[in-house]
Nanobody, 118 residues
Framework: QVQLVESGGGLVQAGGSLRLSCAAS????????MGWYRQAPGKQREFVAQ???????NYADSVKGRFTISRDSAKNTVYLQMNGLKPEDTAVYYC????????????WGQGTQVTVSS
């Protein structure tokens, strides 16, 4: 089992910045990738960014050039630096961890609200 705890959400004006953090605990040795998804009201949850244990990163087209994902392996923490925020970035952001322990598992955090005002 992997537990994920997010922090760092809040209210910011358009053009501003926020940094989200996600701390992992439990069976962290099984984690192969961590990332962020988001879900806006009335919409499906969508992929935002991912970083693997080999530091390969991947981003949704909508956030490329504005968001940066990084990880601190010593702290078992993943960060999402969000710059140039737009009102359409408003959503609940969920941390995700993909793990392999004989089979593939998917873990989710509780979510953190990001609201961007125009």
């Amino acid at each position: 089992q992997v537990q994920l705890v997010e922090s760092g959400g809040g209210l910011v004006q358009a053009g501003g910045s926020l940094r989200l953090s996600c701390a992992a605990s439990g069976s962290i040795f099984s984690i192969i990738a961590m990332g962020w998804y988001r879900q806006a009201p009335g919409k499906q949850r969508e992929f935002v960014a991912q970083v693997t244990t080999t530091d390969t990163t991947n981003y949704a087209d909508s956030v490329k050039g504005r968001f940066t994902i990084s990880r601190d392996s010593a702290k078992n923490t993943v960060y999402l630096q969000m710059n140039g925020l737009k009102p359409e970035d408003t959503a609940v952001y969920y941390c995700n961890a993909g793990a392999y322990a004989g089979d593939y598992y998917n873990y989710w955090g509780q979510g953190t609200q990001v609201t961007v005002s125009s």
